[in-house]
């Protein structure tokens, strides 16, 4: 199996979590830095986190968990994002620390989302990226519709893994707003680990559980009344493909939460944005 790629500073472990997953974590700075975990999304792992690391790893202790089934992280059964949501709450209990910072990017993003809600006395705040909230009223989802449209195919079994590794490189030229970060040898790190059956299985079952087991709940209410106890940013690319009403509306849901439209930028936040998204960690999580 390929080593992950090499980033200075970073050191590279595996936690067995007592959810039963077998993660792959790359921590970066000191050790007795306030320490900030870090969620990624599809289709990637840990390394889209590179460059707010070499911002924040002077001055945080961070951990760059690859979800599981994805990057260098176990398989699991369940990849619903609710069980995302309580493997970072296991890192935290693995590694002995009682609170941390998070930020999470696309389904990092929306784990990210459930384990404020789940467990906000373990966060000191959270910064989401390039995902929708939960709070999303029943006719701006079915505005979104069309747009989610590329999500069956890579949901349905045998199809979905075999189409993965095509298109982890065109959906980040597609989904890259900012062209000028672009980094075409970076997207590479990324599609050769898909190219492994397991991790692009794995994807694959991303979609396949939310679509059959996830989305009714949101679109019934599910988190009507539900509010944030922590200081929330989500930063969302004005460029996304997605669009920016799935960003809209989330003030209304916690008395420390609102988004942040970065104009220019597309749907891979911490890769394009990397400053914005280093300074808005500091100020919502230090």
């Not at 994002?81 to 930020?103: C, M, P, Q, T």
């Not at 539900?226 to 989330?250: I, K, N, S």
């Amino acid at each position: 199996m390929a080593e992950p790629p090499a980033l200075p500073g970073v050191e590279h472990r595996y936690h067995d979590l007592r959810t039963g997953v077998r993660a792959h974590v790359a921590h970066a700075g000191p050790g007795d830095a306030p320490p900030v975990v870090l969620l990624h999304g599809f289709p990637q792992h840990w390394y889209c986190w590179r460059k707010v690391i070499a911002l924040l790893a002077a001055d945080f202790r961070l951990l760059a968990m690859d979800t599981r089934g994805l990057g260098w992280s176990g398989p699991a059964g369940d990849y619903r994002k609710a069980r995302i949501a309580e493997d970072a709450v296991a890192l935290l209990d693995a590694l002995g620390i009682e609170r941390a910072g998070l930020a999470g990017h696309d389904w990092g993003g929306w784990a990210g989302f459930l384990a404020a809600l789940d467990a906000p006395e373990r966060w000191t705040g959270y910064v989401a990226c390039g995902t929708a909230h939960p709070w999303q009223p029943p006719s701006r989802a079915l505005r979104s519709l069309p747009r989610l449209a590329y999500q069956p195919p890579i949901a349905t079994p045998l199809l979905g893994p075999r189409l993965i590794p095509r298109l982890v490189a065109a959906v980040h030229r597609a989904g890259w707003g900012d062209r000028i970060t672009y980094e075409p040898e970076a997207v590479e790190a990324f599609v050769a680990r898909y190219r492994e059956p397991a991790v692009a299985g794995a994807g694959s079952r991303y979609y396949r559980d939310f679509l059959t087991r996830e989305v009714v709940g949101p679109a019934a209410g599910e988190f009507k009344g539900r509010r944030l106890a922590l200081p929330v940013r989500l930063l969302y690319g004005a460029r996304d493909p997605l669009g920016t009403a799935l960003a809209e509306g989330l003030e209304r849901h916690g008395d420390d939460a609102r988004t942040e439209l970065l104009e220019g930028c597309g749907h891979f936040v911490p890769e394009e944005r990397a400053t914005d998204v280093a300074a808005t960690i500091r100020e919502v999580c230090g």
